[in-house]
């Protein structure tokens, strides 16, 4: 039988339109129809993955990583440290991880006390020179606690030193894993020790002033110091989420410290305001938690 040219034309037109609806329904489902290798699936499956139990590991900070106040007055005691303390008390992340016959020969401790994020492409660089499989990250409280308010460093100087100082450590040591903690609610800190008048004696010395001086004060200006404060540490968080975000082999702790709710049982019983040994203990628990999951905190 004769196909009439209309016929032809429908036929052609339906035979398109089938063809057509094979190529959607691919692109929806995902499939291919065979026309080209799934790349997406190869290349999610050749990118870096986060190793869930690093052989070393490098810590890098301030004060809290090296345990500061937490065994004696104004001394460091890195023993007790979250990151890569031996004190059995603490368990911490280096022990927690390595054991502890393996994690005094394979952790480092390059944090130093009072130091601020403009310091840290300096402890990054002598950390890299080892290769850790994981670098920890603990920074921040500095540049919020000033003599003043006025004198904290600005956000923008805050992302440019975090900025270089994981560029620097990509060029020096690309594979490394880096842990970034967040930095603490220092609004919480002086929440806790405030009513005491041995406490505020302490504080008075000149412990955190831009969060922590007048502490029993309601007044207007007093009670905006306190809240601009916290609101720099809020704006250095979110900095460390974003740049951290941008490295495939970097994982933010998605505010678990900054949230965690710390009590004065958990402060250094010579200042109040340095985690004592409890409190580096629930850090390193934090840690461990956030570093062997398997996805990132959302």
């Known amino acids: 039988m004769r196909t009439t040219a209309p016929r032809r034309r429908a036929r052609r037109i339906l035979a398109g339109a089938g063809g057509a609806a094979v190529l959607l329904a691919g692109i ?3 499939c291919d129809t065979g026309a080209s290798p799934d790349r997406g699936e190869r290349g999610a499956e050749s990118g870096p993955r986060w190793n869930t139990a690093p052989a070393s590991i490098a810590a890098v900070g301030d004060s809290i990583t090296r345990g500061f106040d937490a065994c004696s007055v104004l001394t460091d005691c890195p023993e007790v440290s979250w990151a890569t303390g031996n004190d059995p ?4 992340l280096a022990t927690r991880l390595l054991g502890a016959a393996g994690a005094p020969s394979r952790s480092w401790n390059y ?39 006025s004198s904290m460093t600005p956000v923008a100087q805050f992302r440019s030193d975090f900025e270089k100082s994981l560029a620097d450590l990509r060029a020096a040591s690309p594979a490394s894993q880096v842990y970034v903690s967040s930095v603490p609610d220092l609004q919480r800190l002086w929440e806790q020790g405030k009513d005491s008048p041995m406490v505020r004696r302490i504080w008075s010395l000149g412990i955190c002033q831009s969060m922590l001086a007048d502490p029993l004060s309601a007044a207007t200006g007093a009670t905006a ?8 540490v809020v704006e250095y968080n979110e900095v460390l989420r974003e740049v951290c975000g941008k490295d495939a082999l970097c994982r933010y702790d998605g505010g678990a410290v900054f949230q965690y709710p710390f009590a004065v049982d958990q402060l250094s019983r010579w200042d109040w305001f340095h985690p004592g040994k409890d ?20």
């Open 279 to 298: 409190g580096q203990a629930r850090l390193a628990e934090l840690a461990h938690r956030q570093v062997t999951a398997a996805e990132p905190p959302r």
């Open 89 to 92: 008390a603490v368990q911490s």
């Open 28 to 30: 929806l489902t995902g």
């Open 225 to 232: 110091r306190r809240e601009q404060v916290r609101a720099r």
């Open 111 to 149: 944090a130093v006390t009072g130091s601020r994020m403009s310091d840290l492409p300096a402890q990054l660089a002598g950390a890299a020179a080892h290769k850790p499989d994981l670098v920890t990250v603990m920074v921040g409280s500095n540049d919020a606690c000033r003599p003043t308010a």
